[in-house]
């Protein structure tokens, strides 16, 4: 036989997006319903095929998917989310999920997909892709570092559950008198960056300064929703909330809080936390609250960890942030987008559990 035949009959990998229809839904749940049962975790899992066909879809998917296809059949997916940084306008791609049936590991399927999401990422004029990963998932974590990730040491990881979000939305905390808020408008963009900047400047954070808001706030739909408070009988902001709708493949739609920040003259007087009240009504209104809330802080940030901490935000130390960014999310993207079985078997990566990152849920790593 000829190597052009031998490479010919070799199985071959290939990737696929997900499409809206019943077919690629009950795919998708086929795969949460193996990862679940993995992750021994099945209680967690609320999404069905109904709400996946429907979330796939649309002008503004609430979630994308690719599958991995070995001769045409799936044996693997890769589920991942647009978010938006406040700080530099950038629309990059958070990967929620990736999980392979065991008996597909060891090939280079799961590079094959982090490499087709990167492409993805750079597609949308994305510089960043980030996932989390368990603390404990040392193989996991060599997988990544060797494609080139990097741990974000600059961001942990925050969650409020689903039990104490619902809660503050029933509390309905108001704005002390003399004050009153408003959902920002394109026109706010200014003040949108002015207060994105004196914060950047409190926290010591100046190579924060640059921001791209006012593109995103020129578009049809924004990326993110916003509220701005107001002093009585002023048009100048003092106090903005931005969060945006983000995606759990087990859960649904949940809340991503983005930032917040009073003027340092305004604190004290229950602003920011009336705040987060309005927000989580907003949130629970439009069942984005399945998977509780989750947000990313700067370590060094001890004001904004203590005031998390007093809405029932908890940091995540069991989950690590990892990113593929500028040079290292470039050379991922020009993996090959396909792949022969047999021209590439990783033995370390046999050692990889099949599920890398893991969808956001009220879930612990097994350790």
Known sequence: MSEAEKTESKPKVTVRIAERTIADA????????????FED??????????SFQEDLGGDIPKTLVMFAELDGKPVGVAMYFPTFELLTGR?????DDLFLKPESRGHGIGKLLLAEVARQALHRGG??????????????I???E?????????????????????????????????YTYRTAYPCDAHHICRLTRAGAIYHDRPELQEIGIRSMMSTDIPPFECFLVFEDASDVPIGICVFFRSYSSWRGSCLWLEYVFVEPIHRRKGIASALISLMTTFAVSRDWHY???HYVVDPKNADGRRFLEAQGGRDQPQWLIYRLEGRALRDASELPSNLSIGDHTDPESLAIPPSL???????????
Do not use: C
């Open 41 to 50: 975790a099945e209680s967690d899992l609320l999404n069905t095929s109904e």
């Open 127 to 140: 510089t960043r892709l980030s996932w989390i990963v368990a603390a404990d998932n040392k193989g996991g």
């Open 142 to 144: 060599r997988f990544y």
């Open 291 to 293: 998977a509780g809330m």
């Open 146 to 178: 060797r494609l080139g990730a990097v741990r974000d040491m600059n961001r942990i990881l925050g969650k409020v559950e689903q039990a104490e979000l619902e809660a503050h939305a029933k509390r309905v905390l108001n704005l002390p008198p003399g």
């Open 26 to 37: 009950k795919l998708v749940q086929h795969f949460n319903v193996l990862h679940a049962r």
């Open 91 to 95: 629309r990059d791609l958070w990967l």
């Open 357 to 367: 990152p893991v969808p956001f849920t009220n879930q612990r790593p097994r350790l």
